[in-house]
């Protein structure tokens, strides 16, 4: 039984995805330069778009995390699973991922925010 609230969790949990959404989309961002579309600016402009508020939410979690004296180390990984150890109020939690969930998470999370991006530039029209 976890001592976390669902608050903690939801800070930690954001605390590992969005570090890896950064991740995937700094090297969609490169691998985009490097091809042969013919009109890579939109593309670029929505990863970057996306990367900023991503920074930005991010910047956020770590100072509420840092307010409630929380910090998260990842432990181990290894094929199947990832442990990560949840700091918080004088305890320590270890808590194993699923890699696949971890990866189907980010997924969802980059489509959260390609597609907020996309609601703001038509709102902007």
Do not use: W
Request: charged share 30%.
């Amino acid at each position: 039984m976890t001592r976390l609230s669902k608050e903690q969790i939801f800070l930690f949990e954001q605390a590992i995805y969005l570090p890896l959404l950064l991740i995937v989309l700094e090297r969609d961002t490169s691998i985009i330069k490097q091809s042969n579309i013919k009109l890579k600016e939109p593309y670029l402009t929505l990863i970057d778009g996306a990367m900023r508020n991503i920074q930005l939410q991010l910047k956020q979690i770590k100072a509420d995390m840092k307010k409630q004296q929380m910090k998260l180390h990842k432990l181990k990984q290894d094929e199947s699973f990832t442990m990560y150890a949840f700091l918080f109020n004088g305890y320590e939690e270890h808590h194993n991922y699923f890699n696949p969930r971890i990866r189907n998470k980010v997924n969802e999370l980059l489509m959260k925010y390609i597609l907020h991006d996309e609601k703001q530039i038509a709102n902007e029209k």
